[in-house]
C-alpha cells in the first residue's frame, strides 16, 4: 500500500508537470515514463484539492485587494483634508492676507489646480512604467510638507506658491493609484472599487470641515498663539501645521502595498510612445472629450459647492465657523461616502444586467436629478431647509467621482490607463477645481457686488454646469459603447 501510494503521488506530479510545461498529452507522457496510469479517483480527487486552492488563493487575493484599496483610500483623504480646509478658513485668510472673494477662490481652486493638472500627465506616465507605490509615497511626502508650509505664509503671494506645490504633489497619487485597482479587480466590480478607493474624497473632504470646524472655534478664543521656534501664529496657521505634518508619518503604509505580477496578460513594464498613447485617445476623441467634460462639469458643481458652503452658512444663515464645520463635515463624511458607494454599485449592477455604458448613464441620473435639488438648497428660504436638501445634494455631489475614472480604465488597455487617468484628472480638475470656485467667487464679487449674494452665484454656477453635464453624457452613451469595442480589439491584438 505504501508502494502505490507513491507511485499514485508520483504520476500526479509528472501530470501537472506536463501541463505545466506544455509537452503535450499526459497519458503518453506517463506511458513513456512506464508508470501506472493514475486511478480515476486519485485525478478526482487531484482536481478538487486544485480547485479548492485556486479558490482560497483568489479569496486571499481579494481580501489582499481591499486592502490596497484601503491604504488607497486612507491617502486619498488626507489629500482632500489638506485640499479643502481652505474652505472653512475664508474669513480668517482674507483678514490677514488682506484679499478678497476672488484671490481667495484662486487660492482654493485655480492655483491648485493648474499644477495639479499639468503634472498629473507626466507623472501619469511614470504610473505606466516605474513603481506606482514609490511615486505615490514621494508625492504624499511633497504634499503634506507644503501643506504643513501653507502654516508659515505671511502674503497672498507665498501663499499661492505653496498652493502649487500642493497641487504638484497631489498630481502624483490618482493616476498611479487608479491604475494600481484596475489591476487587482475584475471588471464586474471596477466601479465599485474605485467607488471606495474615491469615498476617500468625503472622508478627507468630512473631516477637514468637522475637525477644522471644532479647531477653528478652540483656536479663536485667542487671536494669536505662541509656539516654540514659530513665535506668534494666528489660529489658520496652526490648522496647517495640524493637518499636514501627519500626512508625512504615515507614508510607510505605502511599503506594504504590492505590485501586481500577473495584469491580465498585459506588459505593463514595457514603455508605449506617447504619441501612441494619444493616437489611441484621438481614435476615441468623441468618447474622450463628451465623458471628461460632462463629468468635468459635475465636479466643478461639486466643487463649487464644497469651496462656498461653509460661507453660505455664514453669510446667509450666519452660522459660526464651528458649527458650519460640525453639520456640514458630517454631511459630507456620511452623505458622501455613500452616494459614490451608491452610484459604482448601481453601475456595476446595470453592466451585470447588460448595458455596457452603464458609468455614463448613471452619470446622466445624476446630473438630472441634482439640479432641481441645488436650486431647491441654495434659494431655501430658511437653515433648516437648506440642511434638508444638503442631504440628497451631498451624496449627489459625490456620486460622480467613482464611476467616471472607472469608465475610462474600461475603455483603455492597461498599458495606457495611467496616462489616460491623468488626462481624466487634467479636464475634471481643470474644469471642476480650476473654474467652480472661481466663478462663484467672481460673479459675488464683480456682478453681484455684495458678499450676501453668495446663494445666487452658486444657484447660477451650480444649475448650468448640472444641465450641461446631463447633455453631454447622454451624447456620450453610444461612442463609449465602440470604444468598449475598439479597447476588446486592441488586447486581442496586443495578448500575444
Not at 266 to 289: A, C, E
Request: glycine residues 10%.
Amino acid at each position: 500500500m505504501p508502494h502505490r501510494r507513491f507511485r499514485a503521488s508520483v504520476c500526479r506530479i509528472i501530470v501537472l508537470t506536463a501541463r505545466t510545461a506544455g509537452t503535450g498529452d499526459p497519458i503518453n507522457h506517463l506511458k513513456q515514463t512506464k508508470l501506472q496510469k493514475v486511478p480515476a479517483t486519485t485525478s478526482t480527487e487531484a482536481t478538487t484539492a486544485a480547485a479548492q486552492t485556486t479558490a482560497d488563493s483568489t479569496a486571499h487575493s481579494l481580501r489582499y485587494a481591499w486592502y490596497v484599496v484601503g491604504v488607497l483610500t486612507l491617502l486619498y483623504a488626507f489629500s482632500f483634508i489638506d485640499r479643502q480646509i481652505f474652505s472653512l478658513m475664508v474669513g480668517p485668510l482674507r483678514r490677514d492676507l488682506r484679499i478678497g472673494d476672488a484671490k481667495m477662490s484662486l487660492l482654493i481652486g485655480f492655483s491648485f489646480a493648474l499644477f495639479y493638472t499639468f503634472f498629473g500627465i507626466p507623472l501619469g506616465r511614470l504610473a505606466d512604467i516605474y513603481s506606482r507605490r514609490l511615486i505615490i509615497a514621494a508625492g504624499l511626502v511633497l504634499w503634506s510638507g507644503f501643506t504643513a508650509s501653507c502654516g508659515l505664509a505671511q502674503t497672498f503671494e507665498t501663499m499661492l506658491l505653496l498652493r502649487m506645490g500642493v497641487g504638484v504633489g497631489e498630481a502624483a497619487l490618482s493616476p498611479a493609484a487608479y491604475s494600481l485597482i484596475t489591476d487587482y479587480f475584475p471588471r464586474e466590480r471596477l466601479a465599485t472599487a474605485l467607488s471606495v478607493y474615491s469615498m476617500g474624497i468625503y472622508v478627507g473632504s468630512g473631516m477637514a470641515y468637522l475637525l477644522g470646524g471644532l479647531v477653528v472655534a478652540y483656536a479663536s478664543t485667542q487671536a494669536r498663539w505662541t509656539i516654540p521656534l514659530l513665535g506668534a501664529v494666528h489660529p489658520w496657521q496652526i490648522i496647517f501645521l495640524l493637518v499636514g505634518l501627519p500626512g508625512i508619518a504615515v507614508a510607510p503604509l505605502l511599503f506594504t502595498v504590492n505590485e501586481p505580477v500577473v495584469l491580465r496578460g498585459d506588459s505593463r513594464g514595457s514603455t508605449v510612445p506617447m504619441k501612441q498613447v494619444f493616437s489611441y485617445i484621438f481614435d476615441n476623441r468623441r468618447t474622450f472629450l463628451l465623458h471628461n467634460i460632462g463629468f468635468g462639469l459635475l465636479a466643478l458643481s461639486s466643487y463649487a459647492s464644497a469651496a462656498w458652503m461653509p460661507e453660505f452658512y455664514r453669510r446667509h444663515f450666519h452660522w459660526t465657523i464651528g458649527t458650519t464645520g460640525v453639520i456640514y463635515g458630517s454631511c459630507v463624511a456620511v452623505l458622501g461616502c455613500i452616494g459614490i458607494v451608491s452610484a459604482g454599485r448601481f453601475a456595476d449592477y446595470l453592466r451585470k444586467r447588460g448595458r455596457g455604458n452603464a458609468t455614463l448613464f448613471v452619470g446622466v441620473l445624476i446630473g438630472l436629478v441634482w439640479l432641481p435639488v441645488n436650486c431647491l438648497l441654495y434659494l431655501a428660504p430658511s437653515a433648516t431647509w437648506a440642511t434638508i436638501w444638503l442631504v440628497p445634494g451631498c451624496a449627489l455631489a459625490a456620486a460622480p467621482f467613482g464611476i467616471a475614472p472607472a469608465a475610462i480604465q474600461q475603455m483603455m488597455p492597461a498599458t495606457m490607463r495611467g496616462q489616460a487617468s491623468a488626462v481624466y484628472l487634467f479636464s475634471i480638475n481643470l474644469i471642476g477645481l480650476g473654474i467652480g470656485p472661481t466663478a462663484v467667487g467672481a460673479l459675488t464679487q464683480y456682478a453681484f457686488r455684495s458678499d450676501a449674494a453668495v446663494q445666487y452665484s452658486l444657484v447660477i454656477v451650480t444649475s448650468v454646469a448640472c444641465a450641461l453635464a446631463a447633455v453631454l453624457l447622454y451624447g456620450a452613451l453610444k461612442p463609449f459603447v465602440a470604444s468598449l469595442e475598439r479597447v476588446r480589439v486592441w488586447n486581442a491584438a496586443h495578448s500575444g
